[in-house]
Structure formats: C-alpha cells, structure tokens
C-alpha cells in the first residue's frame, strides 16, 4: 500500500522560511517524479513543482518561481519542497504526489500552510 505523508506546514509570517517534507512508504519513489501541488477552499488544486527521478530537473509555478525550492533524497524516499520568502498568497493546503506514467497517481493528506501579513 502506498502511502504520501506529509509535515512541516505551519503558520508563520509574510518573509518566513519553511520546509516541507514527504515520506513515502510502500514503494521506492527513485523511479518516479514527484510533485507539490497546493489548493485553497473553493478553488482547483495548482501544481507547484515537481522534480525528476534525479533530481536533475526541477519544474515550478510562476507565482513560487525563485522563492520555493524542490529536492528529494530517494535513499530516505522523501522530497522536500523549502519554501522562502513566504507570501499570505502562498495560504493553502500542500500535498505531495507521486507521478506514474502521464498521471500524478498517489496523493498525500495534506499539510495546512498559513502565511499571516
């Protein structure tokens, strides 16, 4: 059984630092891209960024665009997502999914980012 889990939301102030990470368990994640995507109560979930199996090659959203950064660790089957410079904007809840074949497949609960101005 595959399982995503996330942690290191939190609330904190417009200019703050945080780190995201995810766990998966039941799979090795070396072989697979993985992404961060965010969704806000009422609106569609937006991908954020997402790195391949490497890590050689990182993809981001515009609006976190110099100010997120992805890796991962496939030895500890986690990526990170380390986010600077914080906005109130970047207000959502973050989730952590694996990619197979053309679609993100596995998805994990979610971990609530609030960014106070």
């Known amino acids: 059984q595959v399982q995503l889990v996330e942690s290191g939301g939190g609330l904190v102030q417009a200019g703050d630092s945080l780190r995201l990470s995810c766990v998966a368990s039941g799979l090795t994640i070396g072989t697979y891209v993985m992404g961060w995507f965010r969704q806000v109560p009422g609106k569609d979930r937006e991908f954020v960024s997402s790195?391949?199996?490497?890590?050689?090659?990182?993809y981001y959203a515009d609006s976190v665009k110099g100010r997120f950064t992805i890796s991962r660790d496939n030895a500890k089957n986690t990526v990170y997502l380390q986010m600077n410079s914080l906005k109130p904007e970047d207000t959502a809840v973050y989730y952590c999914?694996?990619?197979?074949?053309?679609?993100?497949?596995?998805w994990g609960q979610g971990t609530q980012v609030t960014v106070s101005s």
């Open positions: 999914a694996l990619k197979m074949g053309t679609s993100y497949n596995y």
């Open positions: 790195i391949s199996t490497s890590g050689s090659s990182t």
